[in-house]
């Protein structure tokens, strides 16, 4: 069985691209609201291309998530790492309408889990979800996130700022230090 993620590559742009196009209805209540530019090769090529340059910052961890026969099939980022003492990211994460129910989203969001903790050496993963965002709350839990409050107005989505349900997860080994950063 192939990974469950991997990071992105500029290569990507054409199947993501594809897929944004293929999803936009079913990822607009999710979204903030994007140009038409964001749905084509280009815009996905300059998308990539800023996530990477983040990456190479230690800030984010961009990456896509793969389907069981290797092909791209979603995305899963860890954004705004932040190091010091609060060694924390934040998830986000989607999978194509027609992939879902797959445990695609699970497998990626629990592979991020294990590059954060296991890799990077961060303490803490925090995500938040739309209060009605039902699916996306079943993969948190499953990940072993556990609610821990509500955002109100919190992220500009589908063109107005929402109230978001709060998660996290931490990194149970209190020794753990792997990549280094408190040394």
């Not at 964001?38 to 961009?62: C, N, S």
């Not at 791209?72 to 999978?95: C, D, E, H, K, M």
């Not at 629990?110 to 890799?119: G, L, N, P, S």
């Amino acid at each position: 069985m192939p990974p469950a993620t991997r990071l992105v590559r500029p290569d990507d742009a054409p199947a993501l691209a594809d897929l944004l196009r293929r999803n936009r209805d079913f990822l607009a209540p999710w979204e903030p609201v994007r140009t038409d530019e964001w749905f084509t090769v280009e815009g996905q090529r300059t998308a990539i291309h800023e996530v990477l340059g983040q990456h190479e910052r230690g800030l984010a961890l961009p990456h896509v998530v793969l389907d069981r026969d290797g092909r791209v099939a979603g995305r899963v980022n860890l954004n705004t790492i932040v190091r010091g003492a609060f060694q924390s990211a934040s998830v986000g994460y989607w999978v194509s309408e027609d992939r879902n129910g797959q445990g695609l989203a699970t497998a990626g969001v629990r592979e991020m889990k294990r590059v954060a903790f296991e890799e990077l050496g961060l303490h803490r993963l925090e995500a938040g979800t739309l209060l009605h965002n039902a699916a996306s709350q079943r993969v948190l839990e499953r990940n072993a996130f556990e609610r821990f409050g509500l955002a109100p107005r919190y992220l500009r989505i589908a063109g107005r700022w929402q109230d978001h349900v709060l998660f996290q997860v931490l990194d149970e080994d209190e020794a753990r230090d792997p990549a280094g950063y408190f040394q």
